[in-house]
């Protein structure tokens, strides 16, 4: 780490002409020592003390350069043992030109797939599933929850949402939800997903081992039987820094005045 500290330390006192803010220009030297290989995953770095002796700049600049950098997955901090550089995530792209499940996608990547039960259960609906689901309040919801987890990495959590009538015994569901209502002739043949960035809470980062504040992605999906039914309500985080969504898009076919198509 030594060669490195000095290369990283040299590169903030060049910076220091920019007039940039301190804490800036020492986290982006120590963002670019991690893109340029210099210091890799596993590496230790020196105590906030040190940085601030061979940097000479203040303990707080330090604190706030490195905490900037554990909340955008960088780095990482071990209660009792230091300041690491963060592993480095194999990202997982997903098109989302198809409806499958989560199971089917890692299959496709041979990927080791496994799950922790969060929940799953027979509740009285919420005011939003009984809108998107369209349940009377006599009836109950099957919810099932859970941790996905591929290869050891946790990339994902999903809340599912089902009218107990399509879904009377939430426990059936083994390792796919679609598998298990394909049994039952419930399986979607279709959805509309809404998907947007968001800051993990403390609950969901400490759930996928990342950082409380870090970049995720939310996702909505409601999913329809070719009947135009609603058949399943589900709510997902998606760790920001291992998935990609991919859409093919095409150019639309457009006619002139005649109705020639060009």
Not at 61 to 67: C, G, H, L
Not at 116 to 131: C, F, I, K, N, V
Not at 142 to 161: H, M
Not at 190 to 217: K, Y
């Amino acid at each position: 780490m030594s060669e490195a500290a000095d290369v990283i330390f040299a590169s903030l006192k060049q910076a220091s002409q920019s007039g940039a803010p301190l804490y800036l220009q020492l986290r982006r030297s120590i963002e670019d020592a991690v893109n340029r290989g210099l210091i890799g995953p596993g590496d230790a770095l020196p105590s906030e003390r040190d940085i601030a002796s061979m940097a000479d700049i203040s303990r707080v600049t330090v604190r706030k350069a490195v905490q900037d950098l554990v909340k955008g997955g960088v780095l990482v901090q071990r209660h009792g043992s230091g300041t690491f550089v963060a592993p480095r995530m194999e990202r997982v792209e997903q098109s989302l030109s198809r409806l499958t499940s989560f199971t089917e996608d890692m299959a496709r990547r041979g990927k080791v797939v496994r799950s922790t039960w969060l929940d799953r259960g027979l509740y009285a609906p919420s005011p939003e599933e009984m809108m998107v689901l369209g349940l009377a309040a006599s009836e109950m919801v099957a919810r099932v929850a859970r941790l996905r987890i591929a290869n050891d990495t946790p990339l994902a959590i999903e809340r599912a949402s089902l009218s107990a009538s399509a879904l009377p015994d939430p426990s059936v569901v083994s390792s796919s939800l679609y598998a298990a209502l394909e049994e039952t002739g419930n399986r979607p043949v279709r959805a509309v997903q809404r998907i947007s960035a968001v800051n993990l809470n403390e609950a969901d980062a400490r759930l996928l081992d990342a950082p409380t504040g870090s970049a995720s992605l939310r996702i909505e999906r409601i999913s329809y039987l070719a009947s135009g039914k609603v058949i399943e309500f589900t709510r997902s985080v998606y760790r920001g820094d291992a998935y990609d969504f991919v859409a093919e898009l095409r150019l639309g076919v457009t006619s002139d005045d005649n109705g020639v198509r060009q």
